[in-house]
T-cell receptor, first 113, second 114 residues
Framework: KAGVTQTPRYLIKTRGQQVTLSCSPI?????VSWYQQTPGQGLQFLFE???????NKGNFPGRFSGRQFSNSRSEMNVSTLELGDSALYLCASSVEALRDTQYFGPGTRLTVL | AQTVTQSQPEMSVQEAETVTLSCTYD???????LFWYKQPPSRQMILVIRQEAYKQQNATENRFSVNFQKAAKSFSLKISDSQLGDTAMYFCAFMRSGAQKLVFGQGTRLTINP
């Protein structure tokens, strides 16, 4: 089975722009979670989608949003980018139950200049 | 809120040695899951091992095993016969039952020297 895929792998944006990151889960997985990884804050949970609905949300401002499509693919969007949004954004998928293990993609490295 | 603490920012051992990474967590939940993930320089986060809190038996996966002490809220990872490919950041993570949300520790950078 193919793993979790994320596109693009690298992205450079400037302050004030917006960005959309994409995540395709493992085939058969219906839950997709997003995490932000920075040297200062470590790994932090952004949100989780299941069946096209946001099921869990972390403590991030409203500039961070996401969605999930009927084929379980997910996108996250960051509007009005700030320098502090520079990070590795990781997507993880799991089958569906709220006890299932999450499997991660390779991440998207976002740099905001 | 749950917290996860990894007290060893960095560790270094020789190839073939055994190494133990520490993790403690704080929660009032009774049903939860604990994980160890490794993140090599390639950045891909890879599951190492998973432990269900309701299971008394410690999980093992080949050279990897855990020492789960529920009362002490401790969850250490033992790597036996360490290999160069074990060099990575290791993250301890907590997930309460009923929420697909991982809470991570700050990580331990493990280096295996030849």
């Amino acid at each position: 089975k193919a793993g979790v895929t994320q596109t693009p792998r690298y992205l450079i944006k400037t302050r004030g722009q917006q960005v959309t990151l994409s995540c395709s889960p493992i085939s058969g997985h219906r839950s997709v979670s997003w995490y932000q990884q920075t040297p200062g804050q470590g790994l932090q949970f952004l949100f989780e989608y299941f069946s096209e609905t946001q099921r869990n949300k972390g403590n991030f401002p409203g500039r961070f949003s996401g969605r999930q499509f009927s084929n379980s693919r997910s996108e996250m969007n960051v509007s009005t980018l700030e320098l502090g949004d520079s990070a590795l954004y990781l997507c993880a998928s799991s089958v569906e139950a709220l006890r299932d293990t999450q499997y991660f993609g390779p991440g998207t490295r976002l740099t905001v200049l | 809120a749950q917290t996860v603490t990894q007290s060893q920012p960095e560790m270094s051992v020789q190839e073939a040695e055994t190494v133990t990474l520490s993790c403690t967590y704080d929660t009032s939940e009774s049903n939860y899951y604990l994980f160890w993930y490794k993140q090599p320089p390639s950045r891909q986060m890879i599951l190492v091992i998973r432990q269900e809190a309701y299971k008394q038996q410690n999980a093992t996966e080949n050279r990897f095993s855990v020492n789960f002490q529920k009362a002490a809220k401790s969850f250490s990872l033992k790597i036996s016969d360490s290999q160069l490919g074990d060099t990575a950041m290791y993250f301890c993570a907590f997930m309460r039952s009923g929420a697909q949300k991982l809470v991570f520790g700050q990580g331990t950078r493990l280096t295996i020297n030849p």
